[in-house]
Structure formats: C-alpha cells, structure tokens
C-alpha cells in the first residue's frame, strides 16, 4: 500500500473529454480523477518536449548494433528546418508528400539499398524535419552517401515538374487534411495539441489553406535551402547503426573531421558487393561524443498557446 501511495505522490494529470459531453459533465468527470489521485498542479512548461537546435553542418553519429546476430546497418537522416513554422511547416509538408513515393522507388527499387527504406516529417513545437530512414546490408556510410546523391538529383526533377502534376500532387495534400476524422483520430489529434503545448485545435484546417497557397517556386525555393545538400544553411544530422555480423560493414564506420577538430576532409565508404564509391560531404563532422555534441545546442523554445486558458479548477 505505502508503495502504491508513494508512486502517485508526484502525478500530474491531464484530462481529456471528447464526445457528446457538456462542460458541467466533463469537469465532473475531471473532478472523480483529481479526487482519486489528488494530482500536483501542471505548470506551463510541465511536460513539452523541446528539441535542440542544430548549427549548419552536416553531422554523423555512428553506433554499434547491440544485437551481434543482426546482419543489418541502419541510417536515420534527419534535416533540421528551422524558422517560423507557419511558413516553414507548411511546405515541409507538402515537399514530404511529394517526395516519399520517389525516395522509396529509387534508394528501394532501384538502387536496392534494403527492404526498409522510408521518408516523413516529423514536427515538434518550435522546429520541424525531414527523416530519411534505411536499412541495409550495405555499409552505412555508403548508404548516406547515396541519399546525398538522390536528393542532390531530385532538386533538378522537382524544377522540371509540370504544373499540373504539382498541382495534383497539392490538392490530394490539402484533401487529405480536410478529411473527416473518426472519433478516435479525433481524440488523438486534441490530445497531441494539448501535450505539445499549443491547445491549436483548427490546427489542420490552417494547414490545409496554408498549402494550398504555395506554388511550384515555393517548393524549389525551400528544397534549395533547407533540403539540397550543398546548401550552406542546411543542418542535417545522421545516426549510423553499425552490424557488428555483417563482415562487408565490419570497417565501414564513416570516417572524417571529429567536432573537436573541423577540419575538412573528404569521407568516403567502398560498397564492396557493387563495387561502387560513394563519398559524403567534404565538410561532414563525425560525433564521437554525443553528449558534448548536445551539451552546445540551444533548446528549442516553449510553445504557445492558441488559446486563452481558463482555469476551472483551484490548485
């Protein structure tokens, strides 16, 4: 019993009441849980999550795998935007949806880089970003080096699309935010608005009409300088996941200037099966210590909120 009190002696609760409720049964509902568990009152900056933010550059982190019977190297290829986000997000959005079907036909189909290869965006409060995700066989290093070269050459298709293909591409965007929720990913999406902080429940109807504004030039423009890998003001950090059975990656860590040095140098991985050089970006920095690495971030910052926030409860 002493354990089961001292366990909630520091709970915080947030309450969540979504359906046929009026306000007067919602807060009832709200008050049995505050009885039960008599919670500690939630502070604004209680419980969000906040991202570092990180310094033009190009960064690598390589990990070994902990599981040593997995033949598999992994690459997790995460491009920081930053900025306002009404801006920003808007068109990471819309560039995710344009670009997953080509990032899985080529590094996938084509190049058969490994069976699992994915693109998304992926939003916190204050920043938001692209995540480019591979598991191969393949070394590592190679494989970020043939990311490198996709998006390098996407930029040239994304500037000759046709109009009407953008076009389309947009508008099947600017639908699917439109769509009609079923009450659970109704529920979900309240919830996600109220943890993160930001109470913006018309969130994805603002969405939908930001995007439906942006042109073809809109997205070329950004592509080019948050995306591109030769853009100066890109920042873009990887994670290398390092099988320790796999003999072809056994020396295939990515290799370069430490973040203490900067120095400039050019990193290269061999794929030995396919015979084929892949070199990364000359100015790439390798995180030995990721600690210290983000010991010199700065923390993104606290949300807002949407709306006014009415207590109904004393503390």
Known sequence: ????????????????????????????????????????????????????????????HNRPLIDLQETNNAVSYYIQVRGDGRHTYPRLRLLDHILSEPTFNVLRTKEQLGYSVSCSSWKQVSVCGLIISVQSEKPAAFVEGRIDAFLTEYCDVLKTMEQGDYEKRRNGLVHAFREKLQNLEESDLFAGFITNGTYDFTFWDKLAQLVEKLTLADIVQFYEEFIHPDSPTRAKFSIHMHSGANTSSANSFAEGPTAESQTQETVSAVDKKGGKASLLKKETVIIDDIVAFKSGLQPSELPKAAIELRPKFSS
Not at 39 to 46: H, K, Y
């Open 1 to 60: 019993m002493d354990v089961g009190v001292g366990y909630f002696n520091g709970v915080k609760v947030c309450v969540l009441v979504n359906g046929n409720f009026e306000e007067k049964d919602a807060l009832a509902a709200a008050g049995v849980v505050r009885r039960v568990f008599k919670p500690l009152s939630i502070r604004p900056e209680d419980g969000f999550r906040r991202s570092m933010i990180l310094t033009d550059g190009n960064f690598i």
